[in-house]
């Protein structure tokens, strides 16, 4: 499926004509795609823009989205979407006036196999020239790939965090919906590019443009930057009892370097006994059994979404070797670490 003509011509076209003498431009923006983009991210980007345009009668926003060769670029849900523009185009349109206010990175998927110099040198020029630079989903990945993002608080997409975080410790990164550090803007994805999208365009005018917006797309309000990725454990979990959930999160806190049963029972003032007796009521496992699993749950997303030695995987997740890593994963899996790399390549080569 191919969307066949651009949308940056068609918003123009639909939302009439626009005076921009009289009502200067406020941002105009670079929506670059990334193979695999994740589509809600960047339509729940872009759309607010449209809207905000609409609402104010004037074309106070203006975008065009580009690709490496100026191809169409296949969203991770299989849409083909037609761009505008080239990195090499780009590239000459910096120094003129088509300069963009802003370049936005959108992907998604199988972000940790993207490496292109071009386009990461290209992303450091246009931030050195005062150009603002955001990332869409998992975008901040790019960002931190052409070394935007040391020392700076950024959001990432919840299921791409651990190995976000091994592979740029120097990067701030945070489980927030979205974040805003100097000239650079980060969100987590999905809806979350909504709300940064809103506080953008609250920043340039006032919260009476931005309610016109939130009736548009019904929403009811815009979201807090440290409003939680994750449904609450309660609800992810369906578990109520007030202890049971302190102990996971207290899990959850400490993978690298797992508490013991005693340390935790000092810290939420529950004995062993009582415990392990919750646990098997709420969870069905015993607490060790559980903390196991959690733990290889994140060696498994580090194994897929970085190049960390199976060995630097297991000690970050908290085990004492590589071979007792690889026999609890195993267990677990019915696949060894190795095996998990081997198969991710094969699905990315496919």
Same mark, same amino acid.
């Given at each position: 499926m191919l969307i066949a003509t651009s949308c940056s011509r068609h918003a123009r076209q639909r939302e009439g004509s626009l005076n921009a003498i009289k009502h200067p431009i406020k941002r105009s923006?670079?929506?670059?795609?990334?193979p695999d983009f994740t589509m809600v991210a960047f339509a729940t980007a872009l759309d607010p823009l449209r809207l905000a345009n609409r609402m104010l009668g004037y074309e106070a926003y203006k975008w065009r989205l580009a690709s490496f060769d100026g191809r169409p670029v296949r969203a991770s849900n299989g849409v083909e979407c037609a761009v505008d523009t080239s990195l090499e185009d780009e590239r000459r349109k910096m120094a003129g006036p088509e300069r963009p206010s802003m370049v936005v990175v959108c992907s998604g998927i199988n972000v940790e196999s993207y490496h292109n110099r071009s386009v990461f040198a290209w992303l450091r020029e246009e931030y050195n020239r005062g150009v603002g630079i955001g990332g869409l989903c998992t975008g901040a990945y790019v960002l931190a790939s052409a070394g935007l993002l040391s020392n700076k608080r950024c959001a990432i997409h919840w299921e791409n965090l651990p190995g976000f975080s091994e592979a740029f410790p120097k990067a701030n990164v945070f489980a927030d919906l979205f974040e805003v550090d100097q000239n650079v803007y980060t969100c987590a994805g999905g809806t979350a590019a909504l709300?940064?999208?809103? /506080?953008l365009i609250g920043d340039d005018f006032d919260e009476s443009l931005v309610n016109r917006v939130c009736e548009q797309v019904l929403t009811d309000r815009v979201r807090s930057p440290t409003d939680r990725q994750r449904l609450p454990l309660r609800a992810r979990l369906g578990v109520q009892n007030s202890k049971v959930l302190n102990i996971i999160e207290l899990m959850e806190s400490n993978l690298s370097e797992p508490l013991s049963l005693l340390e935790i029972a000092d810290e939420v003032g529950l004995s062993r006994r009582q415990i392990e007796r919750l646990f098997r009521q709420e969870m069905g496992r015993s607490p060790a059994r559980y903390y196991l699993e959690i733990r290889l749950d994140r060696a498994r997303h580090l194994?897929?979404?970085?190049?960390?030695p199976v060995?630097?995987?297991a000690v970050a997740c908290g085990f004492v070797s590589a071979s007792h890593f690889s026999k609890c994963?195993?267990?677990l899996y019915s696949r060894s670490p190795?095996?998990?790399r081997v198969d991710r /390549?094969?699905?990315l080569a496919a």
């Open positions: 923006f670079v929506f670059f795609l990334v709300d940064m999208m809103l /506080k194994l897929i979404q970085s190049s960390m060995v630097e995987v994963y195993r267990e190795q095996q998990e /390549k094969q699905r």
